[in-house]
C-alpha cells in the first residue's frame, strides 16, 4: 500500500510521521512504537487513531512512502 505521509520535519525532511491518508481516509498517528534505520531507508512502527499497526517505511533515494499493517503487536 502506498500511503501519503505528512512528516514533522526536523533534522531531515521526514524525522516525525505525524498522519497518514490511505484509501481517501486521513488518520492520526497516536504513537512511533518503534523507529529504525536500514540502508537507504527509515521505518516507523507506529499506532493510528483507531488502533491499528502500520510498519511505514520511507525509501530515501525515491521519497517514496510504503505501509504494510501489522495484525499482531
Excluded at 43 to 70: A, C, M, N, P
Amino acid at each position: 500500500m502506498t500511503p501519503k505521509v505528512i512528516c514533522e520535519s526536523g533534522y531531515s525532511a521526514c524525522d516525525r510521521p505525524k498522519s497518514i491518508e490511505m484509501e481517501g481516509e486521513q488518520y492520526e498517528i497516536l504513537g512511533i512504537m518503534r523507529e529504525w534505520r536500514e540502508a537507504g531507508t527509515k521505518h516507523y512502527l507506529v499506532e493510528i487513531q483507531d488502533g491499528r499497526h502500520f510498519k511505514l517505511t520511507f525509501i530515501e533515494t525515491t521519497g517514496e512512502w510504503k505501509s504494510l499493517e501489522i495484525l499482531d503487536t
